[in-house]
């Protein structure tokens, strides 16, 4: 979390997960829709179209990470190297 974009911190504080822990699923959920409870509460404060908008992904560019093959390489290397290239080639 040191280097990345990460906002989901305040939502592990103790106090919040006591508290929602004793609210009724149909709550949390109310007709199937994730985060229910905060976009009733932030309804009036964020626009809906930010509100509604579909989920999108954080994209991270694999073409633009450099790998160096190195000699001695480890078993290590050659996992992330060959990772990095599958996941390069669904991306394409």
Known sequence: M?????????FVD????ELMAGV???YR???????APLKRIFKN???S??????KIG?????????FEIIPDKTDMDTWLKFNL???NNTLS
Do not use: Q, T
């Not at 954080?58 to 450099?66: A, E, T, Y």
């Open 2 to 10: 040191l280097c990345s974009v990460e906002a989901r911190v305040p």
């Open 14 to 17: 103790y106090r919040l997960i």
């Open 24 to 26: 009724s699923f149909s």
């Open 29 to 35: 959920m109310k007709d199937g829709v994730v985060k």
């Open 45 to 47: 404060l964020i626009p």
């Open 49 to 54: 179209e930010i509100i509604n908008r579909k």
């Open 58 to 66: 954080f994209p991270v560019p694999l073409n633009s990470i450099p």
């Open 85 to 87: 290239s599958e996941l």
